[in-house]
C-alpha cells in the first residue's frame, strides 16, 4: 500500500516540478553614464515549463524605489531604467507568472540586487585657443570646460599647467600660462565647469593637470595650446 502511495505522488512532484519559470538577466555589468538621457537598457531572457501558463509571464525590473515593466520582444525582454548622477545603480529582474489551475508565482532574480556600474565619461583630452592680433590687456584668454555627470556634484579642487616635455622650449612655453579661475570651482551634476587660462605667449602651450573630489577621476590632464589662427 504504502508503495502504491509513492508511486501516486509521482506525478503530482512532476508537475510541481514543471511549474517554474527561468530568468537569465542579461544586462550589461557597466554602461558609460549617458546624462543627456539618462536611460539604460534592461534585458532579460525567460524559459518556462510545460504547465506554466502561455502569455502570463511579465516582467519587471527593480531598484531605487522603481518598478519597470519590461516588454517581450521575441525571446528576450527589454526596458528602460531611468537614473541620473549616480555611479551605479542596484537592479533585480521580478518574474510573475500563472500556473495552470493553480495560482499566480513570483521570482526575483537575483536574490540580492546587482549594481549596474556607469562609467564617467572621459573629460577634455586637449583645447586650443586663438592668439591671432595684438594681445588684450591681461593676455590672450581661453577657457576649458568640464562635465561630471556620475555623481551629484563635484569639485576641481586645484589646478595648475605642466610643460609638456623637460625641453626648455616647452617648460618656457608653459611658464607662460596662468591659471586665472579662483578655486575651488564646484559644479552641479550635468553642469559645466570652466578653468580659464592666460597667457601674454601667442605660442604658449602645456598640460593643465585638475584635482578633484570626484571618486573616480581624482586627477586629469589636458593639453592646452595658444596659436594665432
Known amino acids: 500500500m504504502f508503495r502504491l502511495i509513492r508511486l501516486a505522488w509521482i506525478p503530482v512532484a512532476l508537475m510541481l516540478g514543471a ?34 501558463t502561455p502569455g ?13 515593466p519590461l516588454s517581450q520582444e521575441g525571446p528576450e525582454w527589454h526596458g528602460l531604467y531611468s537614473v541620473r548622477c549616480q555611479g551605479s545603480f542596484p537592479l533585480q529582474i521580478l518574474a510573475e507568472w500563472k500556473v495552470q489551475g493553480l495560482s499566480v508565482r513570483h521570482k526575483l532574480v537575483p ?8 562609467d564617467e565619461p572621459s573629460l577634455s583630452y586637449s583645447a586650443s585657443f586663438d592668439s591671432s592680433g595684438k594681445p588684450p590687456k591681461g593676455g590672450w584668454v581661453g577657457s576649458v570646460q568640464y562635465r ?22 616647452d617648460v618656457k612655453a608653459a611658464k607662460a600660462i596662468s591659471v586665472v579661475t579662483p578655486l575651488p570651482v ?35 590632464q589636458t593639453r592646452v595650446e595658444f596659436s594665432p589662427k
Open 19 to 52: 511549474c517554474d519559470v527561468q530568468v537569465h538577466d542579461e544586462t550589461p555589468a557597466e554602461y558609460p553614464a549617458n546624462h543627456d538621457i539618462g536611460m539604460y537598457e534592461i534585458k532579460a531572457t525567460v524559459t518556462r515549463d510545460a504547465l506554466v
Open 56 to 68: 502570463s509571464v511579465f516582467l519587471f525590473a527593480l531598484g531605487n524605489n522603481q518598478r519597470i
Open 111 to 118: 536574490l540580492q540586487p546587482r549594481e549596474i556600474k556607469l
Open 148 to 169: 561630471f555627470v556620475t555623481v551629484p556634484s563635484a569639485q576641481i579642487t586645484a589646478a595648475h599647467i605642466e610643460p609638456s616635455s623637460v625641453a626648455p622650449a
Open 186 to 220: 564646484v559644479a552641479g551634476c550635468g553642469d559645466l565647469a570652466e578653468i580659464r587660462l592666460a597667457t601674454t605667449d601667442p605660442h604658449a602651450h602645456g598640460t593643465l593637470v585638475i584635482d578633484t573630489d570626484h571618486p573616480t577621476t581624482p586627477h586629469w
